[in-house]
């Protein structure tokens, strides 16, 4: 792999092969790699929150997976990705803590934030290849455009590939 | 409502000052607990972007000890409390009368973490009483929430609690010094609102 280059929390970045994508502790949010293999073109969203309609204030739109989604595909076609080619593999998600007597939005926030990105995708026509959300475990995710695979790393699980 | 980026130094230096109250009554918990001396540094006020926060306390892997509660009543919002690892065994060994040597966090059974727990528990609730006494104000806090993980992961969800509000973080953060056997930290995280209402009951 060439460079690694760091997505932070609501944040998306686009690179081209041979260089990857990461992102580094997820919790509830999700990382989603959309890529095209035929040009080695890549980007990673890295969103916080389900919906911007729901939430007043929205200027960053990486922080949502409506808006991010949107920006992240029109980035990667910006970078020279063919529209059609383009697949995605997605993880995150998970329910780090949990309250009996919360409110069920804080909750299960992992899980709407999956299905927010897995809706997003449907609508672009992007196949989901693989996925790896929900649990109770923080995820680091290294993607390789060489292989196209997603590696993820968490605590007290081995090292996989998806 | 409160304005982040128009913020004076008076405020934040009342905010600081209730950082320092409420860390102040947690570390002489603690220092009870552990029969040791902590002593925490002056609190820090600030304003992070989301980028920030996962790696303010730490670098974003570094596997940490997480007790969160969630604050209603007056004041609503979160407040976490982090340990590392080692500090988390010997926080252990000291509640329970072990001298266990592993920091693994696989290493830890059911009941060491529930002696984690309840550390966190007593800890959160002295700095939050004294929070409470201070400003006169209701603070109810649910019971706390364990995890032991990475710290960007643990982090994130006070960071996405306030990314419905706002597309920065402004948090009151304490940490003991070096010269204490334990490396913590709270981070409180009231919401907006919740910020007022506690720099108006201190007549500001």
Same mark, same amino acid.
Not at chain 2, 15 to 42: F, H, P, Q, R
């Given at each position: 792999m060439g460079e690694i280059i760091k997505v932070g929390m609501a944040d998306l970045k686009v690179c081209k092969a041979?260089?990857? *994508?990461?992102?580094?502790?997820? +919790?509830?949010?999700i990382g989603v790699v959309i890529y095209d293999p035929s040009s080695g073109v890549c980007g990673m969203l890295h969103c916080m929150l389900p919906d911007s309609k729901a939430i007043k204030n929205n200027e960053n739109i990486y922080k949502f997976a409506d808006t991010g989604m949107d920006e992240l595909l029109r980035l990667v076609l910006a970078k020279g990705a063919a529209r059609?080619? *383009?697949?995605?593999?997605?993880? +995150?998600?998970?329910?780090?803590?949990?309250?009996?007597?919360?409110p069920t939005d804080f909750n299960?926030?992992?899980?709407r934030n999956a299905e927010a990105v897995a809706a997003k995708l449907k609508e672009f026509n992007i196949r989901l290849l693989a996925r790896e959300t929900g649990g109770n475990k923080g995820r680091t995710i290294i993607f390789d455009p060489a292989t196209y695979m997603l590696t993820i790393k968490a605590v007290g699980v081995p090292v996989h590939e998806i | 409502m409160?304005?982040?980026?128009?913020?004076?130094?008076?405020?934040?230096?009342?905010?600081?000052?209730?950082?320092?109250?409420?860390?102040?009554?947690?570390?002489?918990?603690?220092?009870?607990?552990?029969?040791?001396?902590?002593?925490?540094?002056?609190?820090k006020v600030e304003m992070v972007g989301f980028?920030?926060?996962?790696?303010?306390?730490?670098?974003?892997?570094?596997?940490?000890?997480?007790?969160?509660?969630?604050?209603?009543?007056?004041?609503?919002?979160?407040?976490?409390?982090?340990?590392?690892?080692?500090?988390?065994?010997?926080?252990?060994?000291?509640?329970?009368?072990?001298?266990?040597?592993?920091?693994?966090?696989?290493?830890?059974?059911?009941?060491?973490?529930?002696?984690?727990?309840e550390v966190g528990n007593i800890i959160t609730g002295a700095?939050?009483?004294?929070?409470?006494?201070?400003?006169?104000?209701?603070?109810?806090?649910?019971?706390?929430?364990?995890?032991?993980?990475?710290?960007?992961?643990?982090?994130?969800?006070?960071?996405?609690?306030?990314?419905?509000?706002?597309?920065?973080?402004l948090l009151i953060d304490t940490e003991f010094d070096d010269l204490s056997a334990i490396k913590g930290y709270f981070v409180l995280v009231p919401d907006l609102e919740s910020y007022e209402v506690m720099l108006k009951s201190l007549g500001l």
């Open positions: 041979p260089d990857g *994508l990461t992102t580094l502790g997820l +919790g509830s949010c059609s080619k *383009l697949v995605a593999k997605m993880a +995150g998600g998970a329910q780090m803590f949990s309250f009996g007597s919360a299960n926030i992992g899980a | 409160l304005n982040l980026d128009e913020m004076n130094q008076m405020q934040l230096d009342v905010l600081k000052e209730l950082g320092n109250i409420g860390a102040g009554n947690a570390t002489t918990a603690l220092s009870k607990i552990l029969d040791a001396k902590v002593d925490m540094k002056v609190p980028s920030e926060i996962t790696n303010i306390i730490a670098d974003e892997e570094t596997i940490m000890t997480g007790i969160l509660l969630l604050l209603e009543g007056d004041v609503n919002g979160m407040m976490m409390f982090l340990l590392d690892m080692p500090s988390s065994r010997k926080l252990v060994n000291s509640m329970l009368l072990r001298d266990a040597e592993s920091d693994d966090p696989t290493d830890f059974d059911d009941m060491e973490l529930s002696a984690l727990n700095y939050l009483s004294a929070l409470s006494d201070l400003t006169r104000l209701t603070i109810v806090s649910s019971v706390p929430s364990l995890r032991i993980d990475m710290a960007a992961s643990l982090l994130s969800i006070p960071a996405i609690e306030f990314g419905k509000v706002a597309d920065k973080v």
